[in-house]
T-cell receptor, first 111, second 111 residues
Framework: DTEVTQTPKHLVMGMTNKKSLKCEQH?????MYWYKQKAKKPPELMFV???????INESVPSRFSPECPNSSLLNLHLHALQPEDSALYLC??????????FGPGTRLTVT | AQSVAQPEDQVNVAEGNPLTVKCTYS??????LFWYVQYPNRGLQFLLK??????LVKGSYGFEAEFNKSQTSFHLKKPSALVSDSALYFC?????????FGSGTRLQVQP
């Protein structure tokens, strides 16, 4: 099973809302990632978790807050977002140093 | 810093003809190179990787890639294109614990 699941598929939120994106994998991967992708652009790395600890934060604004409750789950908490944060948010997992497997993404629209 | 470049924004090919999507890399040390495909409003799907070994790497859906150290290239190829191959293709290199993607190439296969 090489599946990474993400919920919700679509999310519309106002700039004052608080919401969370969820990601789950059951491949035993110990590295998990959040990427942001704008239309027709490559994914941009946001965060990397390794063995449930945050190992890379690519200078992401604090209105994005990641969380890794256990080795299978990864959350991204959203608060006070801006319209320019509208994008496809992709989760991925990997055995460290190997290919990453991506979820289908959450299409976020900030109004 | 590790980087990859995809010089073509779009590649057009007729169904049944061979296709090539170009990628060049710039790395210090041995490169770990990957190809991913993305269909509209979907996550990225892993196609193939080069870590070490044979310069011709075979992957999913009939795709293959040729690693050329002297030309620092890792071009994606397929002997006979299908209309269903039309998608956005990303070359990537493993950086410090995460992937760095090229800008992407849109492949359009005409019937």
């Amino acid at each position: 099973d090489t599946e990474v699941t993400q919920t919700p598929k679509h999310l519309v939120m106002g700039m004052t809302n608080k919401k969370s994106l969820k990601c789950e994998q059951h491949m035993g991967h110990r590295a998990m990632y959040w990427y942001k992708q704008k239309a027709k652009k490559p994914p941009e790395l946001m965060f990397v978790y390794s063995y449930e600890k945050l190992s890379i934060n690519e200078s992401v604004p604090s209105r994005f807050s990641p969380e890794c409750p256990n080795s299978s789950l990864l959350n991204l908490h959203l608060h006070a977002l801006q319209p320019e944060d509208s994008a496809l948010y992709l989760c991925a997992s990997a055995r460290e140093g190997y290919e990453q497997y991506f979820g289908p993404g959450t299409r976020l629209t900030v109004t | 810093a590790q980087s990859v470049a995809q010089p073509e924004d779009q590649v057009n090919v007729a169904e049944g003809n061979p296709l090539t999507v170009k990628c060049t890399y710039s790395v210090s040390g041995n490169p770990y190179l990957f190809w991913y495909v993305q269909y509209p409003n979907r996550g990225l799907q892993f196609l193939l990787k080069y870590i070490t070994g044979d310069n011709l790497v075979k992957g999913s859906y009939g795709f293959e890639a040729e690693f050329n150290k002297s030309q620092t290239s890792f071009h994606l190829k397929k002997p006979s294109a299908l209309v269903s191959d039309s998608a956005l293709y990303f070359c990537a290199v493993m950086g410090r614990r995460a992937l760095t993607f090229g800008s992407g190439t849109r492949l359009q296969v005409q019937p």
